[in-house]
């Protein structure tokens, strides 16, 4: 199964930006859709953004529509999530997975990442 790395997570303030990477340790990665999801303390882990297996359609969450753009680069088996004009609702662990869907369910998914953690805060 491939494994998947996230990184480039950390402490922003609101408004700013970060780009979260996931590096898959197999090729067969860009055989797969790609999907961030993200876990706030004490909340279901939720959908944020996912990708076609050949980066040709997306889709995002409404509550981070217009702020955040998955893309991914199959050459270097990654995924990244650019997030602009974070708030502080956006504060959660990112998860980045791969699965043989383009879905916005989890269920869909079975390879998952360890997490990276965002936190918005001043």
């Known amino acids: 199964q491939v494994q998947l790395v996230e990184s480039g997570g950390g402490l922003v303030q609101p408004g700013g930006s970060l780009r979260l990477s996931c590096a898959a340790s197999e090729r067969t990665f860009s055989g797969y859709a790609k999907g961030w999801f993200r876990q706030a303390p004490g909340k279901e882990r939720e959908f944020v953004a996912t990708?076609?297996?050949?980066?040709?359609?997306?889709y995002v969450a409404n509550s981070v529509k217009g702020r955040f753009t998955i893309s991914s680069d199959n050459a270097k088996n990654t995924v990244y999530l650019q997030m602009n004009s974070l708030k502080p609702e956006d504060t959660a662990v990112y998860y980045c997975?791969?699965?043989?869907?383009?879905?916005?369910?989890?269920?869909?998914?079975?390879?998952w990442g360890q997490g990276t953690q965002v936190t918005v805060s001043s």
């Open positions: 997975a791969a699965g043989q869907y383009y879905s916005t369910i989890r269920q869909d998914y079975n390879a």
């Open positions: 990708i076609t297996w050949n980066g040709g359609s997306t």
